[in-house]
């Protein structure tokens, strides 16, 4: 039905950045609301950054002026640009839809990507 790709993790200095791509496919009709969540070793996830379809952002406290989400409705893609990253951002980050799909009628289903690796170390 539908599938969420994430790429763009990877190792990083501390005080670098990184920038996280999600791309939906399938039978889409509508992609609403996307968002990136992350998960520490022996943490709960959390939600680090939201975006509604028509723009509108939510972002964690702890890294407000740091990240910034945004989307591409024509790929169905939404980024992450991560700045200024701090050790403390270490995590597995996860993509995030709302979507609706088409399959003989019109279905809602709330996707996760698999998750992808970010590591913020000297």
């Known amino acids: 039905q539908v599938q969420l790709v994430e790429s763009g993790g990877g190792l990083v200095q501390p005080g670098g950045s990184l920038r996280l791509s999600c791309a939906a496919s399938?039978?889409?009709?509508?992609?609403?609301?996307m968002g990136w969540y992350r998960q520490a070793p022996g943490k709960q996830r959390e939600l680090v950054a939201s975006?509604?379809?028509?723009?509108?952002?939510n972002y964690a406290d702890s890294v407000k002026g740091r990240f910034t989400i945004s989307r591409d409705n024509a790929k169905n893609t939404v980024y992450l640009q991560m700045n200024s990253l701090k050790p403390e951002d270490t995590a597995v980050y996860y993509c995030?839809?709302?979507?609706?799909?088409?399959?003989?009628?019109?279905?809602?289903?709330?996707?996760w990507g698999q998750g992808t690796q970010v590591t913020v170390s000297s």
């Open positions: 975006i509604a379809s028509g723009g509108t952002t």
């Open positions: 995030n839809a709302d979507i609706t799909y088409y399959s003989g009628s019109y279905y809602y289903t709330n996707s």
């Open positions: 399938g039978s889409i009709f509508r992609v609403n609301g």
